[in-house]
């Protein structure tokens, strides 16, 4: 086969990326390693900045998330189990829309079915050939026979594990990392959430969040160690636990149930550079990784296909500008999303190398935080999303 793009990875950024090129003239083939239905199975986060709106609404995917998403004014902040708000709308003008990943993935899907797009699934043995050549292709393995795909350029959203980034010499490829000792410990419940914002609580017992994917499905995460199991943990456990950590207003009104999902994601910061080589761009998490605080993961890889989307449009139209500084470009607000991640993770968790003295600078910056409008127009601009 021959297509302009071959886009390695068949999650939302690949999704997306392919339905934007294609709304544009171009010809594109995704390539997916797993089924359609275990892609659709991800439990994935659901926060959305006001910029991957208007990108979804500009592919024409946004009806179902327009009607059935909730956006949200403002977040909730606490410590010692007492909260404030910061209200992204008066201190900024935007909003967030809380709408689940997996909501936006099969939205995607669909728009894809719509538009007779080329989705593989089921692939294996990706390989990247020629990718600094003029004539880049494709191999993989489906059903045991093997296939080539020719190419103008290559996109690898293909995640943190994917044949893309290791492609990329080593001699050029640097890495940089902070992997953080602690995780997430989350359950999904069919509860209605504790509150009409999330409520992000540092307690002396570690952080916990409240968030919800809608009216009738719940999403709570508690600090957990990092080699900690989710066996250790039964539903009644969690529940306590929770109600510990978050403000007490918000623990009286907690409505618990059995999780329907429950899991521990450990924390990284993670950034490879560059994010372009020859004709293969890096996409989303093939080139970085967040830690969830900030709400970043996803929205950082519609930023990376804002950015690739319109290098490629403009290269087919003469003008290859964008492409030569994609990498640039995208890193810019990569390492800008990057730091807002970190320094959320870093005020609201308890560090087991951390003692007394760095507990009260968490709190003394959280006091600030509640008390100074200057501090919170700076997290209501990062956690709504800078600008592209």
């Known amino acids: 086969m021959r297509c302009q793009v071959a886009i390695i990875g068949g999650g939302p950024s690949g999704l997306l990326l392919s339905q934007l090129l294609h709304r544009a003239g171009i010809d594109t083939v995704v390539l997916e390693r797993q089924s359609r239905d275990y892609v659709l199975s991800r439990i994935r986060a659901g926060v959305l900045e006001w910029g991957s709106v208007e990108m979804l609404r500009e592919a024409g995917v946004g009806a179902r998330m327009d009607a059935e998403g909730y956006p949200h004014d403002g977040v909730y902040l606490a410590c010692r189990n007492e909260g404030f708000r910061i209200d992204f709308k008066d201190l900024v003008g935007k909003q967030v829309m809380v709408y689940g990943q997996t909501e936006v993935t ?87 959430p504790v509150d009409d914002e999330l409520i992000y609580a540092q307690h002396e017992r570690g952080f916990a969040l409240c968030s919800m994917r809608n009216a009738r499905l719940s999403r709570y995460y508690v600090q957990v160690a990092q080699d900690d199991k989710v066996e250790n943990w039964s539903d009644d456990a969690f529940w306590d636990e929770l109600r510990r950590r978050i403000p007490e207003d918000a623990a009286e009104r907690l409505v618990t149930g059995p999780s329907i999902e429950k899991s521990i994601a450990p924390l990284r910061s993670y950034v490879a550079e560059p994010m372009r080589w020859g004709r293969l761009f890096l996409v989303g998490d093939a080139a970085h990784i967040v830690p969830p605080t900030g709400a970043k993961g996803l929205n950082l890889a519609v930023s990376d296909v804002h950015y690739l989307y319109h290098a490629l449009v403009q290269a087919y139209e003469g003008d290859e500008h964008g492409v030569a500084h994609y990498s640039e470009q995208a890193l810019a607000r990569v390492w800008k999303s990057e730091r807002f991640s970190w320094s959320m993770t870093g005020l609201l968790h308890r560090f087991p190398d951390r003692g007394a003295f760095e507990a009260r600078m968490q709190e003394a910056e959280l006091d600030y935080l509640q008390h100074s409008r200057a501090a919170q127009t700076s997290l209501a601009e990062n956690y709504v999303g800078l600008p592209y």
Request: glycine share 10%; with cysteine.
């Open 106 to 192: 099969r939205d995607l899907y669909e728009a894809r079915d719509r538009m007779d797009g080329k989705v593989i699934h089921n692939v294996e043995g990706v390989q990247i050939h020629g990718a600094d050549s003029d004539a880049p292709y494709v191999t993989y393995t489906r059903d045991g026979t093997e296939h080539r795909l020719d190419c103008d350029w290559v996109a690898g959203c293909d995640g943190f594990h994917g044949v893309s980034r290791q492609t990329i010499p080593a001699s050029v490829l640097k890495e940089f990392e902070r992997v953080y000792p602690f995780g997430w410990l989350g359950i999904l419940s069919e509860t209605p």
